[in-house]
């Protein structure tokens, strides 16, 4: 498909397990960003890739958070030893450059943590 | 303070009427204002973006006073499809172009 798409589109997690979210963004697009919303609440900014430079990881909020991209394409989020306020919905945004608005969504994973 | 502030609605809307509600921002060197929808359990999508002098895409307005650091959102002639969820997001170039979303205003457009 032509937009962003993201695998699982949910996950039902025991806490303590790790888990790993992943995102294939549009072709072409070199800006990636996660993001997190909890139920009824506004996006929470976790992590954003841009090309080949050093992301920008200010938003993650533990160090059980990591995230990756590989080869400028794929990412995957990462989060180690889940804890139920870890459950939300993790969304995946790609956009062709580093301004202006084309921030495509993918649907998100829905993560409960058990 | 939160650095993007909506009213959370809901705002209960007769079909063809006016609709119209605000977001502010606390920082100041914020540079680029957006509206997105996010309907029910879905992602959000870009509706709109805010230019200085205000912009419109059909029954749609938008407004940026950075005097007040506040936007705003209009919707003539509501339809029933245009119940969702209404995000403000401002952008900081200087923070590395992360987007804050506010917590978004409900709209339920209703017959």
């Known amino acids: 498909g032509a937009g962003v798409s993201q695998s699982p589109s949910n996950k039902v997690t025991e806490k303590g397990k790790d888990v790993e979210l992943r995102c294939d963004p549009i072709?072409?697009?070199?800006?990636l960003y996660w993001y997190r919303q909890s139920l009824g609440q506004g996006l929470e900014f976790l992590i954003y890739f841009q090309g080949n430079s050093a992301p920008d990881k200010s938003g993650l909020p533990s160090d059980r958070f990591s995230a990756e991209r590989t080869g400028g394409s794929v990412s995957t989020l990462t989060i180690q030893r889940t804890q139920q306020e870890d459950s939300a919905v993790y969304l995946c945004?790609?956009?062709?450059?580093?301004?202006?608005?084309?921030?495509?969504f993918g649907p998100g994973t829905r993560l409960t943590v058990l | 303070r939160k650095e993007v502030e909506q009213d959370p609605g809901p705002f209960n809307v007769p079909e063809g009427a006016t609709v119209a509600f605000n977001c502010t921002y606390s920082n100041s060197a914020s540079q680029s204002f957006f509206w997105y929808r996010q309907d029910c359990r879905k992602e959000p999508k870009l509706l709109m973006s805010v230019y200085s002098s205000g912009n419109e895409d059909g029954r749609f307005t938008a407004q940026l006073n950075r005097a007040s650091q506040y936007i705003s959102l209009l919707i003539r002639d509501s339809k029933l499809s245009d119940s969702a969820t209404y995000l403000c997001v401002v952008n900081i170039r200087a923070a590395g172009n992360k987007l804050t979303f506010g917590g978004g205003t409900r709209v339920l457009v209703k017959p």
């Open positions: 945004a790609s956009s062709p450059g580093t301004s202006g608005p084309g921030r495509f």
């Open positions: 072709s072409g697009h070199t800006a």
